[in-house]
């Protein structure tokens, strides 16, 4: 099986990251707290639990090499967590948000990182040596709704957006003084900060869970509809392809390879997704084992499933649980996956270890190499 770890730490939990070196693990067990879990010959032990937020802690994001943690929060703050001794010493970063604060990710050179919010806002946030403090500069009025997700392309200054409005967007987040020309690549070399490079009209529902290919050649984001959206040439002639199936909505997707896409969601277990020889994506398996076969139709399974325990609610007015579906389940996971997070090794591309977390209170670590039916996709 690909689940090789399968650990509870909490309830219920928002959402994760790990150390560099992938002994500790920060998550936020649906509350307003940041709890720092390590190691210890087989057991996970609780070393921190940093408390600074009022609200609810929707995103968190943990820096390959300096060691630094970011979480943003619903209380519209967003704090950097520096290690000195013992202790994680928060520094408080000047958002200027009116909104909760959604989601947020460190830029591949770690000098800077993207908040997205309720405010139809992107906070592109750096640090400023004289004040020693971190700042913001804001991408406005671009957005017609909620972003939901960023993610930075590998060369530090595109940054792509989903948003509660349907579309994904590209963005120039090149800041003088901190970005040097030279990063400047291809098309984006004139581009001014806030400047949109490309907006994607694919999903006609909420947009989610965009992620950048290694290269920075695709992009994949998921609707909300029950579609996963590529796109290659990301520019002013991008080319696209959507994939629709039969299954609950994803949350989030990741890169695994150039030609495998890991996505996970409502169905409790993550789907793969390759792309052939010709560039053709599609849908290739569920990663967890399932307890229940498929039967029957699927469409015709679900509706009479929810019809009857709706018409059970509805007449006796109680739950109808015992209805069955032919709606396979009995994965890892036991409710919604909203995260999941590379594992990598070294400076090397390639994903083979990753990790997701879900409403469930568990942290699951997958390994794809040990799937003989996914290594030519590798």
């Not at 307003?32 to 010959?41: T, W």
Request: proline residues 3%.
């Amino acid at each position: 099986m690909a689940a090789i770890e399968v650990h509870q730490f909490a309830q219920c939990i928002t959402c994760h990251a790990w150390s560099s070196d992938h002994s500790m693990v920060a998550f936020c067990p649906n509350n307003n707290e940041v709890h720092i879990y390590k190691l210890f010959q087989d057991k996970w032990e609780k070393l921190h639990v940093l408390k600074k937020h009022d609200q609810i802690i929707s995103g968190i994001d943990w820096t390959a090499s300096s060691n630094k943690i970011v979480t943003v929060s619903h209380d519209r703050n967003s704090y950097v967590w520096n290690q000195e001794g013992s202790e994680w010493i928060p520094t408080l970063v000047i958002l200027r948000l009116n909104r909760a604060a959604l989601c947020a990710q460190w830029s591949p050179k770690e000098n800077k990182f993207a908040v997205g919010s309720g405010a139809k806002t992107v906070c592109i946030c750096y640090y400023e040596q004289e004040n020693n403090w971190w700042v913001s500069k804001l991408i406005r009025k671009k957005h017609d709704s909620s972003v939901t997700s960023v993610a930075w392309h590998p060369n530090n200054i595109l940054l792509a957006t989903t948003s509660t409005d349907g579309k994904c967007r590209v963005f120039s987040t090149f800041i003088k003084g901190v970005d040097t020309r030279e990063s400047k690549t291809g098309t984006t070399s004139d581009s001014k900060f806030g400047e949109q490079i490309v907006q994607l009209d694919l999903s006609f529902s909420w947009a989610f869970g965009v992620k950048w290919s290694p290269s920075g050649n695709t992009l994949a984001y998921v609707g909300h509809n029950s579609m996963i959206y590529f796109v290659d040439d990301v520019g002013p002639s991008p080319l696209a392809q959507n994939l629709a199936f039969r299954d609950l909505p994803l949350r989030d997707v990741l890169f695994v390879s150039e030609k495998m896409v890991i996505g996970v969601g409502f169905d409790c277990n993550p789907m793969v997704f390759a792309a052939d020889e010709t560039g053709i994506w599609r849908f290739i398996k569920f990663l967890g084992e399932r307890k229940t076969p498929s039967t029957g139709s699927k469409y015709g399974s679900q509706f009479s499933g929810a019809f009857g325990k709706f018409y059970g609610q509805s007449k006796y007015g109680v739950s109808n649980d015992g209805v069955e579906t032919s709606r396979t389940s009995g994965g890892v996971h036991e409710n919604c996956i909203n995260c999941i997070v590379p594992l990598r090794e070294g400076s090397t591309s390639r994903t083979t270890r990753f990790s997701t977390s879900g409403l469930d209170g568990k942290v699951v670590i997958w390994d794809v190499q040990n799937q003989e039916d996914l290594l030519d996709y590798l």
